[in-house]
């Protein structure tokens, strides 16, 4: 079984993906929703890139599966900053107080990105 | 490939389902404020009777928005022009006439301080034109000198401008915790070199009006130590004039035919310099004038208007001169430690007692006359030697000019313990019509034990337009609550300890421009002498204008009704011995220390623990969920006038009421109080609409009018369609507090609370969170600015008259921060010390006019502790003082828990302690405390019966307050609620759908096409 530039990507998208996790510890408010599906994502990637290696038709999927947890992640991580987000436009909050959370954002969207690259590419070819 | 591509579609769709799933789910708990921003609504009120039932009790006076629009700027104007104080005329320089060539100087001309930076009183425009200086000074005739403003609207000159967020923003305002007070501070100012000779040249012959402004905010304060931010620029203290602010004005000293100076701050300045430079004609403080205020301070300065205000503040020299400055910023326990910032470890302790603002100066300035008490002693001393009156104050609270004469007659004083009147006659003796302001303070006699300040405001009234020559008599209603001492010391008949005394003695009171002119007329009186009094700017001495009344007996009894101690723990020298030196008349070099770092006692950790209250099995239970055949409307009357009144609360019908709630009901209605309450099927209670703040609507996220109307409310007679030019228009507009309260017109204050209900009555709102009500402790706190004064009971008289203008129209105020919210800096978690009588003299007497008449219906708790126990979870504050000494019926709902996130801000100690609902939009970040959200503890609160009880009164209190309310416009007996699932709501449904199909189909194509490579 031959590994795919999906393979590396992919465990490049579960090693950014706890990086924002750690990032997500210093935002305003945080929920354990989003630590749950991001570390979820990481460990569904991890382990499907070296289960790929034997079985491609079954791990193969484990990065668009990765992708759906992330996706889960980061939208959990919005719904309880809504009210700050809120009280940014209204004026009650700077962007100073959301600046770690939007951190997070950004790496956790560059995640999210490469989980879906894996997805379209596979980590192992398939005989 | 195609294998690759379905995967990776799946994986596309598979993210946006789950995104959607998610949105579906949390949308549903938002549902109300979402449907707010859209016009739409998740349930509908279906008439089942007679649908011609007229069911709008409460009606606008106004028959369309533009008019009501234009009432506001009209009334914004006329309170603005009666709250500029002029503090300075000389060579009658003002006002100008019409015509005059006016040079606007400041780069602050084109970003002046309107309202706040951020926060629940930011201002900003949405969709209308505010006043400018431009617009307000051009539109009276005046002559404006172009260059100058071409100079400060250029590219070059925007560098300067204050912009730590956005134009026109000095300050840094953080709503998180900071181990690091506000560093810096830029003005906005230009320097001297912009301005060349040929610009110069153009104001030679013109009047300059130069403009200094300092900014307000929520979550800020100003530091004594901040640096300017400004290269090339600096100031000694943020509240003295900076270097380029002095610049200007020796360039316009020397560039004009006379200077006029307007201070465009609600935070107390040093105006010292500009009160004695000769060249500087005028002074007018103008405060923060809001988004139309500006056309009433061109009235002033044109002549429209003679200006009658008065000061909300003493204008020390020295900002920083004051005994509570010793222990204003960041103090942390030693139990802190920088590495885990938390919302517990800092605290205040306010030595200075009861002397507070002007409490302090003239307190200190009559031991000084009478030479008791240490009082030259240079403890204090703004120069370093001899404690001097004069070196000390530059402009006394309550003191403010006219452009003509008025001289005042204190004709009379009936008085006795249970209160009385006061009357004085006030004659113009200049040559200009104008209104005055009777000032009436009173002195207490001090024997040396309970602490008393010299001079205290005891009432006020305002004159109409009195012609030159003419004469009014006003009535100023004396109520000895207003100035009573308390006496912690004090053991009552009853046996319980604690009481508001009338100490027998002396009791003088006094007519005056300001404390201090009404204290020499008390002192020249007392000691029948003139020569040691101080005598300030224009301020006469007449002891005729005093007047003695002697209390025989000591009376701890009338005032004193169910009082008892309830803030022992509050003096931080009860808990820990000697910590604290507090300000004393008996030695005034005494009370000049900054506490040493306090290390929590066990007791002080039983509140910094942050969990007074355990749920625990108790009792036989609560009845929730009763048919018992109510509505909130059954306990409301509508008169055949159109009068409304109310059941009283200890009708038996608003406990059956509150008992057709069902529990899971009480626990929505209690957690998710933010930007509306809860509606209450069960007892025909709609959702109800709660906004900011104390300048107007606050335009949270989205502005206007329109926002929460939809289209099932077209019905009602002030609907906004969203058609009309003004439904987009901020309402936030107002002028701020200290300009409403400078204006010293209650009648004024009334109507600006009835334009308050009249906005709620276009904007579907029915409660607005105002007014500020906390004390101006310090000028650094920078968020004075939504609040009145460093008085009291000035602050006592605005808010009940703003409160009474308010609820005539069915507003349901909600004045805040209850209490002791004194400093922005850490504000969450921030333990609060002080002494008993300096609390509820002080603090607490600002609200004790709006809660013991129950003018206002709501009360917000503040971010603070009381001692070190959340205020919103405090029974000596809430249940205590509020409801057993004041008897106070209306709601609590903490402020933004939210936001806060926090375990002692916590939904279990809150409503244990009486503190009602919690002001949070969702209970999601309830769910990241220990105590995680109500629903999840349902048995353990359902098996605690006192707990329940709290439930039951808190919501009673609340129901009680909404019954007062507009929200029964568009209600009647046979009005039904309705479920409806809005569009938005079905749309996400029909995505989920969707993309759940979209992702089978991907997953299903992407393995047949694998299936197909297998053959």
């Known amino acids: 079984m031959k590994r795919t530039i999906g393979f590396y990507i992919e465990f490049a998208a579960a090693v950014v993906g706890l990086v924002s996790a750690g990032l997500y510890g210093s935002s305003m408010i945080i929920t354990k929703n989003t630590y749950i599906f991001i570390i979820a994502a990481a460990a569904v990637a991890i382990i499907s890139s070296f289960a790929a290696t034997k079985t491609p038709k079954v791990f193969n999927w484990g990065a668009p599966l990765a992708a759906c947890l992330m996706a889960a992640g980061i939208a959990y991580s919005i719904t309880v900053m809504s009210d700050p987000i809120g009280y940014f436009i209204s004026g009650l909050y700077t962007i100073n107080d959301l600046k770690t959370w939007i951190t997070f954002m950004i790496v956790a969207g560059v995640s999210w990105l490469l989980y879906m690259i894996a997805g379209f590419t596979g980590m192992v070819r398939e005989a | 490939m195609k294998k690759g591509i379905m995967r990776g579609l799946a994986g596309i769709s598979a993210s946006l389902l789950a995104i959607c799933f998610v949105a579906t789910s949390y949308t549903a708990t938002r549902a109300a404020f979402i449907n707010t921003r859209l016009g739409t609504s998740s349930t509908k009120l279906v008439e089942t009777g007679d649908p011609s039932t007229d069911k709008y009790y409460y009606k606008s006076e106004f028959s369309s928005l533009t008019d009501l629009v234009e009432a506001k700027k009209s009334l914004a104007a006329e309170i603005s022009s009666e709250g500029t104080v002029l503090l300075k005329n000389d060579n009658s320089a003002l006002p100008l006439a019409a015509g005059s060539k006016v040079t606007l100087w400041g780069h602050n001309t084109i970003f002046p301080a309107l309202g706040g930076m951020i926060g629940s009183s930011a201002i900003a425009a949405e969709g209308q034109e505010s006043a400018s200086f431009m617009s307000a000074f051009g539109s009276r005739g005046f002559a404006l000198n172009e260059d100058f403003i071409n100079l400060y609207t250029s590219e070059e000159a925007f560098a300067y401008t204050r912009e730590t967020f956005f134009p026109g923003a000095g300050l840094l305002p953080s709503f998180a915790a900071t181990w690091e007070p506000g560093q810096f501070y830029m003005t906005g100012e230009i320097p001297a070199s912009m301005y060349t000779d040929d610009l110069l040249a153009t104001a030679d012959d013109t009047t300059a009006i130069v403009v200094i402004t300092r900014d307000s905010s929520e979550a800020a304060d100003y530091q004594p130590g901040m640096v300017c931010a400004t290269e090339g620029d600096a100031f000694e203290r943020p509240l003295a004039l900076s270097q380029y602010e002095q610049d200007m004005l020796n360039l316009a000293k020397a560039h004009s035919t006379g200077v006029i100076v307007l201070i465009n701050a609600d935070n107390a300045m040093e105006l010292e310099n500009l009160k004695n430079d000769p060249d500087i004609d005028a002074i007018l403080w103008i405060g923060a004038p809001g988004l139309y205020g500006l056309n009433g301070v061109a009235d002033v300065v044109a002549g429209n208007v003679n200006p009658s205000g008065r000061l909300v503040d003493t204008y020390a020299v020295n900002s920083t001169s004051a005994p509570a400055m010793q222990n204003f910023g960041m103090f942390l326990y030693t139990s802190s430690a920088e590495d885990a910032v938390d919302l517990d470890d800092w605290y205040i302790v306010e030595t200075e007692g009861i002397y507070n603002g002007y409490k302090y100066y003239e307190t200190r300035y009559e031991d000084q006359v009478l030479g008791q008490g240490n009082a030259d002693n240079a403890a204090g001393s703004t120069t370093g030697n001899a404690w001097s009156y004069a070196d000390e104050v530059s402009y006394p609270f309550g003191y403010g000019m006219s452009y003509t004469t008025f001289e005042q007659k204190l004709d009379a004083v009936d008085v006795s313990v249970d209160g009385g009147t006061a009357t004085v006659t006030v004659t113009n003796t200049g040559s200009t019509a104008g209104k005055s302001v009777a000032e009436l303070f ?574």
């Not at chain 2, 100035?483 to 009791?507: C, H, I, M, P, R």
């Not at chain 2, 509150?658 to 957690?671: G, N, R, Y």
């Not at chain 2, 048995?939 to 129901?959: F, R, V």
Request: aromatic share 10%.
């Open chain 2, 442 to 1015: 009173v002195q207490t006699p001090y024997t040396g034990g309970i602490e008393k300040a010299s001079i205290q405001l005891a009432g006020f009234a305002k004159t109409g337009e009195i012609a030159p020559g003419a004469s009014e008599t006003v009535t100023i209603k004396i109520d000895p609550a207003l100035f009573a001492s308390y006496d912690e010391n004090a053991v009552k008949a009853d046996g319980t300890q604690g009481a508001w005394v009338l100490e027998a003695g002396d009791y003088y009171f006094a007519i005056g421009n300001g404390a201090h002119e009404a204290l020499n007329n008390v002192l020249a009186l007392k000691t029948g002498s003139e020569d040691k009094l101080v005598k300030l700017n224009d301020e006469g001495v007449n002891a005729a204008n005093a007047y003695l009344w002697t209390l025989a007996d000591t009376d701890i009894e009338t005032y004193s009704v169910n009082v008892q101690n309830a803030l022992q723990e509050m003096d931080i020298n009860k808990v820990i011995p000697g910590t604290a030196e507090y300000t004393t008349r008996a030695d005034w070099s005494k009370g000049w220390k900054s506490v040493d770092p306090i290390t929590p006692t066990e007791e002080m950790n039983v509140g910094l623990g942050n969990d007074n209250y355990k749920l625990n099995a108790n009792g036989e239970g609560v009845t929730w969920g009763a048919d018992n055949g109510l509505t909130l409307l059954d306990m409301v009357t509508v008169e055949g006038d159109g009068s409304i009144t109310v059941a009283d609360l200890d009708d038996p019908r608003w406990q059956s009421l509150v008992e057709q709630v069902s529990l899971d009901e009480a626990i929505q209605f209690i957690e998710c109080a933010g930007d509306d309450i809860e509606n209450i099927d069960s007892v025909l209670l709609p959702r109800t609409f709660m906004n900011d703040g104390p300048i107007g609507f606050a335009y949270d996220q989205l502005a206007g009018y329109k926002t929460r109307w939809n289209k099932s409310d077209s019905a009602a007679p002030t609907y906004v369609s969203g058609s009309e030019a003004e439904s987009t228009y901020s309402m936030a507009t107002n002028p701020t507090e200290p300009v409403v309260a400078a204006t010293f017109n209650t009648e004024l204050i009334q109507r600006e609370g009835e334009l308050y209900g009249e906005d709620a009555l276009w904007a579907k709102e029915s409660i607005c969170i105002c007014p500020g009500v906390n004390l101006h402790r310090t000028p650094y706190c920078a968020r004075n600015h939504e609040y009145y004064s460093e008085d009291s009971v000035l602050t006592n008289l605005c808010a009940m008259a703003f409160c009474e203008g308010a609820s005539s129209k069915g507003l349901v105020t909600q004045a805040k921060h209850y209490a002791f919210n004194h400093q922005e800096l850490n504000r969450s978690g921030l333990s609060t010390f002080a002494t008993e009588q300096a609390c509820r003299e002080n603090e607490l007497r600002c609200f004790q006019g709006v809660m013991s008449t129950n003018t206002t219906d709501t009360v917000m708790t503040a971010f603070n502790r009381v001692g070190t126990v959340f205020a919103g979870a405090h029974e000596g504050i809430l249940k205590q003082i509020a409801r057993n000494e004041w008897g106070f019926e209306g709601g609590f709902v903490t402020d933004m828990a939210a936001a806060q996130a926090a375990e002692y801000m916590n939904w279990c100690d809150t409503v244990a302690a009486g503190g009602g609902l919690m002001l949070a939009s969702t209970n999601g970040n309830f769910a990241n405390t220990s105590f995680g959200i109500m629903e999840n503890s349902r048995d353990a609160i359902a098996s605690d019966t006192y707990y329940q009880e709290q439930m039951q009164e808190g919501i009673k209190y609340w129901l009680y307050a909404l019954a007062h309310s507009n929200i029964i416009n568009g209600l009647s007996q046979t009005t039904e609620i309705v479920p409806v699932t809005p569009w938005w709501q079905m749309a996400l449904y029909v995505a989920d759908g969707i993309l759940a199909a979209l992702t089978a189909l991907f997953v299903f194509l992407g393995l047949k096409s694998k299936k197909k490579v297998k053959e």
